[in-house]
T-cell receptor, first 108, second 114 residues
């Protein structure tokens, strides 16, 4: 099956810093999504981005489907950005296959 | 507001006491599914449904049942819960069509089985 790897596994930032999170996947996919899991456990949709680049406020994402990776950029980080960031791709039967996540801690 | 809702959000129960976690979406999505999230194991799919009256097993279906009698609802049933079903559960939905689309997740149900 498709393998999804994320890096780095952990990241500590000072408020205001920028960061880049990476997601590698082992096969071509129709769907790639980025999620933020907040400290209360809720999964928040950030981007649906099977290819190309999208921006939403301080967050942006780029997927290069031909090279099988996606990047999530967080600029001017805030403490509310803390949590776990997951990328996920479509497997068989529309199942989402999640990466292992990047645990982000933003310190004031 | 387009959303997926789950109830209850938190539940503590005892071994063997049947329970149902409800899931409802208001986006007229055909596809719905259940995932569980466990430390070190990530999110794994339990069951999914392509449409009304069409359900199938995911990766970890043992100990669970589902039904899809209406398009908007997809309840998860634990007939005889056990401690190894203590987990964080998510319901999700999406349009089912050729190609792909965004999956939307509910807020999660944190279940503890004593």
């Amino acid at each position: 099956g498709i393998q999804v790897e994320q890096s780095p596994p952990d990241l500590i930032l000072q408020e205001g810093a920028n960061s880049t999170l990476r997601c590698n996947f082992s096969d071509s996919v129709n769907n790639l999504q980025w999620f933020h899991q907040n400290p209360w456990g809720q999964l928040i949709n950030l981007f649906y981005i099977p290819s190309g680049t999208k921006q939403n406020g301080r967050l942006s994402a780029t997927t290069v489907a031909t090279e099988r990776y996606s990047l999530l950029y967080i600029s001017s980080s805030q403490t509310t950005d803390s949590g776990v960031y997951f990328c996920a791709v479509d497997g068989a039967t529309n199942k989402l296959i999640f990466g292992t996540g990047t645990l982000l801690a933003v310190q004031p | 507001e387009a959303q997926v809702t789950q109830n209850p959000r938190y539940l503590i129960t005892v071994t063997g006491k049947k329970l149902t976690v409800t899931c409802s979406q208001n986006m007229n999505h055909e596809y719905m599914s259940w995932y569980r999230q466990d430390p070190g194991l990530g999110l794994r799919q339990i069951y999914y449904s392509m449409n009304v009256e069409v359900t199938d097993k995911g990766d970890v279906p043992e100990g669970y049942k589902v039904s899809r009698k209406e398009k908007r609802n997809f309840p998860l049933i634990l007939e005889s819960p056990s401690p190894n079903q203590t987990s964080l559960y998510f319901c999700a939905s999406k349009r089912y069509r050729v190609g792909a689309d965004t999956q939307y997740f509910g807020p999660g149900t944190r279940l503890t089985v004593l």
